[in-house]
């Protein structure tokens, strides 16, 4: 009789491990997935190696304006002889600012101009998530749904903003105004929820308040960044708990001996 009794208890104990696998995959398929954003970007979660297309291939047209030439001279100019190529980040951002992306082509023109071997480029633009390896729209939306900003309901944002443009998160919209993508914690927590619309920040923000900001991007208007909710910056909202007094000066409880 020990060898049915063995049997029925490994019998049970597979059957729970069935059920809880079965659950960890549901729950696996119903999480969101928030590196997709950086694989149809073309961004740090992307394959690593570069695939031509018609839009992004060695021969795709770029070269620094003259402006922006002479920009890269002045970049160049804070870094001692010999170390060029720990300008490679600067350089490729500005070639991103000039062409809207990141193609191939401006990552050879970059190597070109650091006289660094074009793989020491590529390491570098298929590392840092801020280089994006494929077109984005004119307003580049990165809304951040880590745990700050998802416990300061992040996700009605997201809704709104999708809702609004009629794209989900990975796409850009018909007529190449907005790109959506979502991201890691953008180092404004106490500003929750919040976006990165290129170079600014919007924060504490409702539905409504994202709404206002697509309209106004829309019409040409430039929002004015920060926070929404009347704050100056990150302060506490109904205002200072320390720090409430004047500072005390130099030598304010040393000792009088010293």
Not at 72 to 94: F, N, Q, R, S, T
Not at 144 to 173: F, H, N, W, Y
Not at 203 to 227: F, H, R, S, V
Request: aromatic share 6%; glycine share 6%; proline share 7%.
């Amino acid at each position: 009789d020990a060898l049915p009794i063995c049997l029925r208890r490994f019998a049970a104990k597979m059957s729970l491990h069935t059920r809880l696998l079965a659950l960890a995959r549901s729950s696996v398929q119903h999480a969101r997935c928030i590196h997709k954003t950086s694989l149809q970007c073309g961004a740090g979660g992307s394959l690593f190696v570069h695939r031509d297309t018609p839009e992004n291939n060695p021969d795709t047209p770029f070269d620094f304006t003259a402006e922006n030439y002479k920009r890269v001279e002045a970049i160049l100019g804070d870094y001692p002889e010999g170390h060029k190529a720990a300008a490679v980040i600067p350089v490729l951002d500005l070639a991103q600012r000039q062409n809207g992306w990141l193609p191939i082509s401006a990552m050879n023109k970059v190597a070109e101009v650091l006289k660094m071997p074009q793989m020491r480029v590529y390491e570098v633009a298929t590392f840092y998530t801020m280089f994006n390896r494929k077109p984005v729209g004119k307003y580049h939306i990165q809304i951040c749904t880590t745990t700050p900003c998802m416990l300061r309901d992040s996700d009605s944002i997201l809704d709104a903003i999708q809702k609004k443009l009629g794209i989900k998160v990975g796409e850009t919209t018909a007529d190449k105004l907005f790109t959506l993508v979502e991201v890691e914690c953008l180092g404004a927590c106490v500003n929750a929820p919040m976006v990165q619309i290129n170079d600014n920040y919007y924060e504490d923000l409702t539905p409504n308040d994202i709404e206002n900001i697509i309209d106004d991007l829309k019409a040409g208007k430039q929002p004015k960044p920060g926070p929404r909710n009347g704050r100056f910056s990150c302060e506490p909202k109904d205002g200072l708990t320390s720090l409430t007094e004047p500072p005390k000066g130099p030598g304010f409880g040393v000792r009088s001996d010293l």
